[in-house]
């Protein structure tokens, strides 16, 4: 029983790799409560609808990213906003999802090769599902990986992201809006897109 219980709760927490895509219709509303195209940068959108359906059509203005704080590998508290004027990849994750484990080398390579222009923030669901900040430590030491991990202790970034599935990934542009996001395990194609449209 506490097996099945188990695998549910993974089940909903871990999206499917093969249905990961990027998507920009960030879940938050503009300064004008209008909410976000769902169409990619250069793509039309076809909702047609404001934030009441009345079908206008119109550009959405760029919605900036919840802040949120968390801690390194060292216990010191970061905040997004640490790293405003420098692209971020947002991705968060968990040891004990499949999923996230899938793409991780994807995220060690694009790290390495962007590192120096982009900010890599791999938060760490800690309390969710059970996960641990030993855990989690436990398998990127394991797994030599040396992008940068931080811990989200307190809730803080699941709470302003409304995280409750795992993996997913967003892309802020260095001015702190929110350029584009996926749900699900990202392949190194569609991570090098994301990244594309933040770090042109």
Excluded at 10 to 23: F, I
Excluded at 50 to 66: H, M, R
Excluded at 81 to 97: M, Y
Excluded at 131 to 145: F, G, K, P
Aim: aromatic residues 8%; glycine residues 8%.
């Amino acid at each position: 029983m506490l097996l099945v219980g188990a695998g549910a709760a993974y089940s909903a927490l871990a999206p499917a790799a093969e249905k990961a895509d990027l998507v920009a219709e960030p879940a938050y509303k503009d300064a004008a409560g209008k909410a976000p195209s769902s169409s990619l940068p250069g793509e039309e959108d076809t909702t047609g609808r404001d934030a009441q359906g009345s079908g206008t059509n119109a550009p959405s203005q760029p919605v900036t990213a919840p802040d949120f704080t968390a801690v390194d590998a060292e216990g010191r508290e970061v905040t997004l906003a640490d790293f405003r004027g420098k692209p971020v990849v947002l991705n968060f994750w968990a040891s004990w999802c499949g999923p996230c484990q899938s793409e991780m080398p994807a995220f060690q390579a694009a790290f390495q090769r962007y590192g120096d222009d982009v900010q890599f923030l791999m938060v760490n669901m800690t309390g969710m599902n059970g996960e641990t900040r030993e855990a989690a430590t436990r398998l990127v030491t394991s797994e030599h990986y040396t992008f940068p991990v931080y811990f989200d202790q307190n809730s803080s970034a699941a709470r302003a992201y409304g995280v409750s599935s795992i993996p997913q990934t967003w892309f802020i542009a260095a001015d702190g809006t929110v350029t584009a996001r996926a749900m699900g395990a990202l392949s190194e194609a569609k991570l090098e897109q994301g990244i594309g449209l933040i770090a042109s």
